[in-house]
């Protein structure tokens, strides 16, 4: 749906030219919900605007739905930007409007006579739950509720491929949990291709399929989400997975973990870390150990969440038994695809 | 000294307050039909405008700034050949119109270009991202959301206009400022200056209500 190649993208700065992009190549399938992730500064507002050309890249092809954006003459350029809809962080809502006058900004700008723009208008309206406050100025209306005209807005000329660029970083979480699951729902029922630009974590392991991972510029990055998540390959994205599945141990618990050694020399055992993805987490593992292999466990740290419905989640357990069964045990859990990362412990 | 004003005092009141009604009312919708387009198109072939120019932005705020730092006085006299062409003469109130109108359009024109510059330029990118023209942006987004602006503009303008309106007896154009210095300065009758201050305040008073209820009922920034 939406293809990428090879993009390039200077901006005159005041210290000499900007690379804010540097050689993306990105293929956003239709029908999906593809992230786009990345630390302010990353590039992730720049590469969004590429796809609708209010950044036009200085080299590199952008086609969406096939369609050479950069070799589109202006009235060819503006029929096709209002077949991709935008979202935005700040709204961008007109305050001059009510909530019936913005989202029936678009289809004004089209030309569209008054009776059917009002149709739509209150069509969009009820999509989006805002048909009480169609009178309403912006100013009048709370955060969430501005996103969801700008959504409905996004939405009046029935675009094939809606871009949200940092649309819920201005929300609270609750706010943004139903903003996603409009996004979502929206996705489904109008089989609208939805790229998402955040930098948090959660709002791409709530809705995304996939997501690319920006770094200075470029897509260091991109799958599957659960596999991004679970295999982070990249340092920026071990970084952004840190943020909510900490892949080290927190120094306090390192800490305890010592202090009870100290005071048990007899009992060492070791630490082990499991990583799990997927149907794993299903299975009895933990009881493996305990009735197979004789082993006492203590789970010093760790979560499980999931991904789409698929479970994933990390722990760190202290083992402690027969040197040679913890052994059998490790080999057991690699064998059912649990990743371990054993650490003896000692008191020295 | 209330037989000071008599019924033919008053009626030059009434006159001469028709004057300043008819100069600054003429001269500032001139003013700002030649002020709106101007201030438009400063803003929008400035840097970061939709029509970016910046030959065209420089010669134009250049004159623009010309225009307003000549003392509105020498305004008057420098510009009588053009008046005269304009109306035929140079003096009376409709001469004085001519200048008044020259010297409000570039007052217009920088607090137009102010007010569109305070416009969100994330409107403008929401509107080109739905497809709009540069037309449409101008029309649409920018001029509907610097209306309470400009509307407090050309209040501005209006009072601004009032007090420039005085000068105009300069060239016979009357008004309440002219019957001020006739009356009272030049023929001793304090009690009359005082009474065409009043009136004058009263006016500008009643102007700036005016213009502040139209922009409150315009903008809804606030809840």
């Known amino acids: 749906m939406i293809e990428l190649r090879n993009i390039f993208q200077f901006y005159r700065g005041p210290a000499g030219p900007v690379e804010a992009l540097r050689g993306i190549d990105l293929n956003v399938v239709r029908g999906e919900i593809h992230g786009v992730i990345g630390r302010s500064g990353a590039g992730k507002s720049s590469l969004v605007r590429v796809i609708n050309l209010l950044n036009r890249p200085s080299r590199g092809q952008v086609l969406v739905g096939g369609q050479d954006m950069c070799a589109l003459d202006p009235p060819g350029l503006r029929a096709a930007r209002s077949r991709i809809g935008m979202v935005f962080q700040h709204f961008n809502l007109l305050s001059s409007r009510t909530v019936a006058g913005n989202v029936g900004l678009p289809l004004e700008l089209a030309g569209i006579g008054a009776t059917e723009i009002r149709a739509r208008v209150d069509a969009l309206l009820d999509i989006v739950g805002l048909g009480a406050l169609r009178d309403h100025y912006p100013a009048q209306i709370s955060g969430g509720q501005k996103q969801r005209v700008g959504i409905a807005r996004a939405l009046a000329t029935k675009p094939s491929v809606l871009l949200s660029d940092e649309a819920t970083s201005s929300l609270d979480p609750d706010t943004t949990r139903s903003i996603l699951t409009l996004l979502q729902q929206i996705n489904r029922d109008f089989s609208v291709t939805i790229v998402l630009v955040t930098h948090q974590m959660h709002v791409v392991k709530q809705v995304a399929n996939r997501v690319a991972v920006m770094d200075a510029g470029r897509i260091v990055e991109c799958g599957p989400v659960i596999q991004v998540f679970t295999q982070p390959q990249h340092p920026t994205t071990r970084g952004l997975v840190d943020e909510f599945a900490p892949q080290q141990l927190p120094g306090s618990v390192n800490a305890r973990i010592i202090k009870l050694m100290a005071a048990n020399e007899v009992r060492r055992g070791q630490l082990l870390r499991l990583a799990f993805a997927g149907d794993d987490s299903d299975r009895p593992i933990l009881s493996d150990l305990i009735r197979r292999f004789g082993l006492d466990l203590n789970i010093v740290h760790g979560h499980v969440d999931e991904i789409q419905g698929r479970p994933f989640g990390s722990l760190a357990v202290h083992v402690r038994g027969d040197n040679d069964q913890v052994t059998a045990a490790i080999a057991h859990l690699r064998q059912v695809g649990v990743t371990v990362d054993a650490q003896a412990l000692s008191n020295a | ?223």
């Not at chain 2, 001469?95 to 007052?107: D, G, Q, T």
């Not at chain 2, 210095?181 to 102007?207: K, N």
């Open chain 2, 1 to 223: 000294m209330l037989d000071t004003f008599t019924p033919q005092l008053l009626a030059l009141f009434g006159k001469s307050l028709g004057e300043t009604v008819e100069m600054v009312g003429i001269s500032g919708a001139i003013g700002t039909a030649i002020g709106l387009p101007v201030g438009v198109l400063l803003r929008l072939t400035d840097r970061d405008g939709v029509l970016q120019n910046s030959g065209f932005n420089r010669i134009a705020g250049t004159l623009v700034n010309a225009v307003r730092s000549t003392p509105f006085i020498i305004l008057l006299v420098a510009i009588i050949p053009l008046t005269r062409l304009i109306t035929g003469s140079s003096i009376g109130t409709a001469a004085a119109v001519v200048p008044l109108s020259i010297a409000a359009a570039p007052f217009v024109s920088r607090l137009v270009e102010t007010s569109l510059r305070e416009v969100d330029s994330g409107l403008v990118e929401a509107a080109q991202a739905m497809g709009a023209t540069r037309w449409q942006i101008v029309v649409k987004v920018l001029l509907p959301e610097a209306l309470p602006g400009i509307v407090s503009g050309v209040t501005i303008t209006l009072i601004s206009l009032t007090g420039y309106s005085a000068m105009a007896g300069a060239i016979g154009g009357g008004g309440l400022g002219d019957l001020g210095i006739r009356y009272g300065y030049q023929r001793f009758m304090p009690e009359v200056m005082a009474a065409v201050v009043l009136v004058l305040i009263l006016f500008v008073q009643g102007v700036q209500s005016v213009g502040d209820w139209l922009v409150r009922r315009m903008d809804h920034k606030a809840p």
